[in-house]
């Protein structure tokens, strides 16, 4: 039976991709991804390693013509980021997603697509796949939990691989070798709170339309953090009246920016609920002011309950402050820009996770930095503020930035085969992005690495889409650049 993409090319790719994306395969949730790629090595009689973690290896010797090439190593990851429209009932953990192809974009239904990184999973399976190509001896890594910390490289056990020449799939633009990345480390605030049965009037607050993003592909760009206006919004109301909080969650993946935060807040039963109403019109109005250009469609709800009769099981006042002025003294955002790249950020933070529940208040941040020092500096600021503030603060998934050297072999040979094929030379450049590549090279003595991929945007979020066209444009480079390693 014809799949939905079977339409595209290049066919190999795109029909790996449909099967993948068949399979629900989100971060923690690897093992049916892992076992199916065991299951393609089996079939073709390829020898593989399946660990631990789930991560997988599949080797392939080389192509008749290459028999004395040096080995080179295909890397991406099999998990993705979990994110859906508020609208939509589909349950990623066990369903597949809905794909669409929208002109040259291919998209998914209300989700995220998972072209992050599904698209080298795809990638790669064709290759293995493809007894034509022309390529050296290959060893296909497939890494699990990337997105929540990158947690499958660091317990990969390099020992198999000869590689000492890396090409990762990770990347998200068209034309540019990606030869560097920050570092980043998860950092997990938790404020125990008591929580009681309480009186008075509900009211439920929700902040969404806001645009969100990849939080190393857009942290610079200005948009707004549902999280933190959230913060805003409470303070404003904080000036005039006191409350408790019932309800509160903002974003649930520490790399992707909130596009929606939700609160229940207790006010006393004598409030003045219009000046309430109107500290939270003036609020919408000011943010809408402020995010006119990168998040046009912010809104903010409001909606009253009236809870005399019945108790609400919420925190204090007190606990309430505590939370709105940690919000106001969080580090996030843009830090700094890189003094040598244009444009590009060299050190960052985002709130991506905010929940209350029964054992208290979390929040969620991941900072990145190409300088250790200076990441680990704004580490260093937020483990200040969880001593004022009496909070637990863990650190995981640390990570070390991928540092740009001058030399590269590999990097020269990919610059000259895709002026060869396109008549240009590509952008060599480094990402803020976080990239498997510089967890394998402290393994992995002398590796060289270079990240490639094609064209994706809206990555992380429901708006995700992956460039058709693109995909075609960057296997074909994909092809040429294992023929240019076959023949060295």
């Known amino acids: ?112 697509l998972g072209g992050d990184d599904g698209i080298a999973v795809a990638m790669m399976l064709a290759v293995l796949d493809d007894e034509e190509l022309v390529h050296p001896p290959l060893e296909c890594i497939f890494t699990t939990n990337e997105e929540v910390g990158m947690l499958g490289m660091n317990e990969l056990d390099p020992k198999p691989l000869k590689g000492r020449r890396m090409l990762n799939l990770d990347s998200e633009e068209e034309g540019i070798l990606t030869v560097g990345c920050a570092g980043g480390a998860e950092q997990i605030f938790t404020l125990p709170m008591e929580r009681k049965g309480r009186y008075g009037m509900l009211l439920r607050l929700v902040i969404r339309g806001l645009r969100g993003g990849h939080s190393g592909a857009c942290i610079h760009m200005g948009r707004a953090n549902a999280d933190l206006l959230m913060g805003r919004l409470l303070q404003k109301i904080e000036k005039k009246t006191e409350f408790g909080i019932s309800v509160l969650e903002g974003g649930n993946k520490d790399n992707a920016i909130p596009r929606e935060c939700v609160t229940e807040i207790l006010l006393p039963s004598d409030v003045d609920g219009k000046a309430v109403i109107k500290q939270i019109e003036k609020f919408t109005k000011q943010v809408q002011n402020e995010y006119q250009y990168t998040d046009p469609d912010i809104q903010v709800d409001y909606e009253w309950t009236d809870n005399t009769e019945a108790a609400i099981d919420c925190i204090g006042r007190k606990d309430a402050k505590r939370i709105v002025d940690f919000l106001l003294l969080l580090p996030d955002g843009l830090i700094a820009y890189d003094p040598n790249l244009k444009d590009m950020p060299q050190t960052s933070s985002n709130l991506g996770i905010l929940k209350l529940d029964t054992d208290g208040f979390t929040a969620v941040s991941l900072v990145r930095g190409s300088i250790n020092s200076q990441r680990k500096y704004v580490q260093a600021r937020m483990k200040a503020l969880a001593e004022v503030f009496d909070a637990g603060l863990e650190t995981k998934g640390d990570y070390p930035a991928w ?21 240009r030379k590509p952008e060599v450049s480094i990402t803020h992005g976080g990239l498997e590549c510089g967890l394998l090279a402290a393994k992995v003595d002398g590796l060289d690495c270079v990240s490639i991929g094609p064209a994706m945007s809206g990555i992380h979020t429901p708006a995700e889409r992956l460039s058709i066209s693109s995909t075609k444009r960057t296997y074909e480079f994909l092809k040429a650049a294992l023929c240019a390693c076959a023949g060295e």
Do not use: C, W
């Not at 009932?89 to 995220?112: C, F, K, N, Q």
């Not at 990919?414 to 002026?419: G, I, K, S, T």
């Open 1 to 112: 039976m014809q799949g939905k993409l079977s339409d595209l090319e290049p066919v190999n790719v795109f029909h790996y991709f449909e099967e993948i994306a068949a399979i629900p395969h989100g971060s923690y949730h690897v093992d049916k991804i892992s076992d199916y790629l065991v299951s393609f090595a089996k079939k073709r009689g390829l020898r593989y390693v399946q660990d631990d973690a789930k991560n997988v290896i599949i080797f392939k010797p080389a192509s008749k013509e290459a028999k004395e090439s040096a080995p080179l190593i295909l890397q991406g990851h099999m998990d993705m980021v979990l994110e859906k429209n508020s609208d939509v009932e589909l349950d990623m953990e066990s369903e597949p997603i809905h794909l669409v192809v929208d002109g040259d974009d291919l998209r998914a239904d209300g989700t995220t």
């Open 403 to 423: 540092e740009y050297t001058k030399h590269s072999d590999f990097r020269d040979l990919l610059v000259n085969v895709y002026e060869a094929e396109y008549g």
